[in-house]
């Protein structure tokens, strides 16, 4: 149980393009969903916390208006880089938490490497 | 000064030895405690979870978290191959859902 997927697990576009990736909780709903980004040999850095139905709360230094995070159901929320520059090629990996009760544990997607040319 | 240290390696053992992981921490308020791993260009999985201090045994896993040192480890032993692999220390508070992640760990485990 608690299998989150990402799609599409890779993606290669062209500067100027805007990118949708999708998280799934496969087999539980997911109250808040976080989504990630990672550079190589680096820790995961939060970008952004959604919960379902309402707007998502962007960490510091993360353009609300570039990444777009859309949690419309219980059981995906997608990410869209708007406008993408090289500078956004990185991993970005979701995961999903079940709120409530004592581990408000998180479970992860497999990740999405997107790399803008 | 990071909230989560923790060594990058790589820390590289010979295939049966005992691996020991740590990461130390500044902010007394965390409760839960996390180690995740991630192998190459995959998502992070959970591997233990443990809440305040104390000592959490899962196979060959073995997490401590000693909150008057702020300092927390995981013991992996008899190390194989496919536990190559990078080694997350996670840890959040009570009450709110943000969770803080350390750098991560670079282990080989050479057969």
């Known amino acids: 149980g608690a299998v989150v997927s990402q799609h599409p697990s890779w993606v290669i576009c062209k500067s100027g393009t805007s990118v949708k990736i999708e998280c799934r909780s496969l087999d539980f709903q997911a109250t808040t969903m976080f989504w990630y980004r990672q550079f190589p040999k680096q820790s995961l850095m939060l970008m952004a916390t959604s919960n379902e139905g309402s707007k998502a709360t962007y960490e510091q230094g993360v353009e609300k208006d570039k990444f777009l995070i859309n949690h419309a159901s219980l059981t995906l929320s997608t990410l869209t880089v708007t406008s993408a520059h090289p500078e956004d090629s990185s991993f970005y990996i979701c995961?999903?938490?079940?709120?409530?009760?004592?581990?408000?544990?998180?479970?992860f997607g497999p990740g999405t490497r997107l790399t803008v040319l | 000064q990071k909230e989560v240290e923790q060594d990058p390696g790589p820390l590289s053992v010979p295939e049966g030895a005992i691996v020991s992981l740590n990461c130390t921490y500044s902010?007394?308020?965390?409760?839960?405690f996390m180690w995740y791993r991630q192998y190459s260009r995959k998502g992070p999985e959970l591997l233990m979870y443990t809440y305040s201090s104390g000592n959490k045994e899962d196979g060959r896993f073995t997490a401590q978290v000693d909150k008057s040192s702020k300092y927390i480890s995981l013991f992996i032993r008899d190390s194989q191959p496919s536990d190559s692999a990078t080694y997350l220390c996670a840890m959040k508070g009570t009450g709110g859902f943000k969770t803080i992640f350390g750098a991560g760990t670079r282990l080989f485990v050479k057969a």
């Open positions: 995961s999903a938490s079940l709120a409530g009760g004592l581990r408000d544990e998180q479970f």
């Open positions: 902010n007394s308020a965390f409760q839960y």
